[in-house]
Structure formats: C-alpha cells, structure tokens
C-alpha cells in the first residue's frame, strides 16, 4: 500500500513555488508549478485543497514578479478558464492589462470585479486610474476614495496639487541645481506631463508601464559620439500625476519629485538603475 499523499506533495510544491519566487528564482518556481499541475492531473480525484487555478495564479505572479506582464496574463486567464467566477484571477488579469496599456480590456474586467465583489479595494482604484486616463477626474477622485476607505494604509489618496504648481516645484529644483550640472544638461529639455500619452508609452514594445513617475528618451551622453545622427535631442520626462499617486504630503510629492529628477538625469549621464539604486534613487 503506497504512503503517497498528493495533498501534502502539493502543499509542500506551493510553499517552495512561494518562496522560489519571492528570491526570484523564476525557472525553479515554474518548473514546480509544472509539476503541481501534473499531479494534479494524475491525482485530481484524490486532491482536497488545491485546485489548477491555484498553481496557474501561482506561475502568473512567478511571471509578474519577473516582469513579464505577457506570460502572467496567459497564466491568470488558464486560472480563469478553470474557474471563471474566481474573482482574485479576474482581478489579476484586469490589473496585468491595465500595465500592458490595454486600458479598455482592463476596465471591462475591473468593473466585473467591483460588480461582484465591491470591498476589493484594488479593483477601484485601478478603475480611478483608468478614469483618469479618460481625463474624468471627478470619477476618478470618487473611486480613489472607496478604494482608501476599503484599505487606507495600501491605497493612500493622491497628494492634490495643481498641475501648474507641479511644474513650479519641478523649474525651482532645476535652477537650484548647481551651474556646471546646469551647463553639461543644455540642450536636454525637461518636461513635465501629468502623465505618459499613449504614443509614448507605445514607442516600446512592450509598452512602458503607464505609471512611470520619469523617463529618460534618448541615447546617455558617454555614449553620444560626433558621428550618431538622432532625429530628436534626449528628452527627460516628469509624470507628474503618476507621482502625486504615491499619496501622502506636500513635502512628500517634493521629495519623489526630486528623486525622480536626479534619477533620469542620471540616465543621461549614463548611469543604470543599479548605480542609481546604490545612490538612494530608486
């Protein structure tokens, strides 16, 4: 008589899947969640506690987690197709499509979630997002308060500064900066949006992420030579709405504004987001 337990293989598969994924051991995590699926298959009469949706939601955050957003959608909706009323899976596959810029896909899905489950406070303030983008702010503002009644300390409201103010703090920053920075950065217009257009955020593929809070668009300056033709000078952006998202205070919005600032201008500089993190600019 064999010993094996596929309830406890399983639970044992789901916590390594975890905890290969929170270290970013990205194969490893899918490769078990492969071999969870397989048993479950083979077992499926026999399992009390997990379902194929559990491992599928399991290898689309593994997928997330590594930033690729394509592949987590694929495995959110394999989630979906065993179980279609799971709302954390449509939740997940609205969120993903949100960030892959398929901004109407994504609405469809998150006004299904509120629907069916209105304490989700992440579906509303996804949908605050969108509305935004469909320059609704009054709609907006009206879900990014549900969603912060729902869960206060995980969606915090957005610090509310006119958007001419914004680009005030952005020039001061700018002419506080010493002259010969000033100097080594003519030429590089510095804008400041409230948030990234579309075309823009379509100029990649994939898509940037919508809520960038800066960009630097153009080749860094150590690798500029008298011989690279470019169509257009280096431009850095400053989305400013997207960093009034990060809630919190006046002085707040100041303080991500001028990390955002010295962030991009460190790209132009030519430096990588590892050296920019060793620097405190995230």
Not at 37 to 51: S, Y
Not at 179 to 203: D, F, M, T
Request: with cysteine; aromatic share 10%.
């Amino acid at each position: 008589m064999s010993d094996f337990d596929p309830n406890e293989t399983l639970r044992q598969l789901y916590d390594r899947i975890e905890a290969a994924s929170s270290e970013g051991l990205t194969e490893v995590a899918l490769a078990q969640c492969e071999e969870a699926l397989e048993l479950l298959d083979e077992n499926e009469a026999e399992v009390e506690e997990f379902t194929h949706a559990d491992f599928l939601m399991l290898a689309g955050h593994t997928h997330w987690v590594a930033g690729n957003l394509e592949d987590a959608q694929r495995s959110y909706r394999g989630a979906l197709e065993y179980e279609p009323d799971r709302i954390d899976a449509l939740l997940a596959v609205g969120v993903t499509l949100f960030h892959l810029c398929r901004f109407e896909a994504a609405r469809a899905q998150l006004e299904v979630v509120s629907a069916e489950e209105p304490e989700v406070g992440e579906a509303w303030y996804y949908l605050a997002l969108l509305a935004l983008r469909r320059n609704d702010p009054a709609l907006a503002d009206n879900f990014f308060r549900r969603a912060n009644e729902l869960e206060p300390e995980r969606w915090e409201l957005p610090v509310q500064l006119p958007f001419e103010e914004v680009v005030g703090i952005v020039r001061n920053f700018y002419n506080d900066m010493p002259p010969e920075l000033r100097k080594a950065l003519e030429g590089v217009p510095i804008l400041a949006e409230e948030r990234p257009a579309e075309a823009l955020l379509y100029s990649n593929d994939p898509p940037l992420d919508p809520l960038l809070l800066g960009l630097f668009d153009g080749t860094p300056l150590p690798e500029q030579s008298v011989f690279s033709v470019e169509l257009a000078p280096p431009h850095i952006y400053i989305f400013t709405e997207n960093i009034s998202l990060l809630g919190g205070t006046r002085e707040k919005l100041e303080e991500e504004l001028w990390i955002t600032l010295k962030h991009e201008i460190g790209h132009y500089f030519g430096l990588s987001e590892e050296e920019l993190a060793e620097r405190g600019l995230e």
